[in-house]
């Protein structure tokens, strides 16, 4: 799995979710959980990941959209 973004933005992670999903690219918003539990306080971001073969896909759909800026540096 690839992380293409980490945020504790519920909303934002939703709509990237959605989008992806209209492009036929599954995605996992990883750490849902433990963010639940600590109380929202941000100190768990959760993360949200799609599959290494999708993630330049991913990328560019993101970019296109205007998410470039939410996307975590590739390395």
Do not use: T, W
């Amino acid at each position: 799995m690839h992380e293409l973004v980490r945020s504790n933005d519920i909303v934002l992670l939703g709509a990237i979710e959605a989008l992806l999903a209209s492009a036929d690219l599954g995605c996992l918003i990883a750490d849902q959980h433990i963010s639940a539990l600590e109380g929202m306080i941000g100190a768990f971001p959760r993360r949200l990941l799609v599959r290494e073969q999708d993630s330049k896909r991913a990328r560019a759909l993101l970019i296109e959209a205007g998410y470039g800026d939410e996307l975590r540096h590739e390395g």
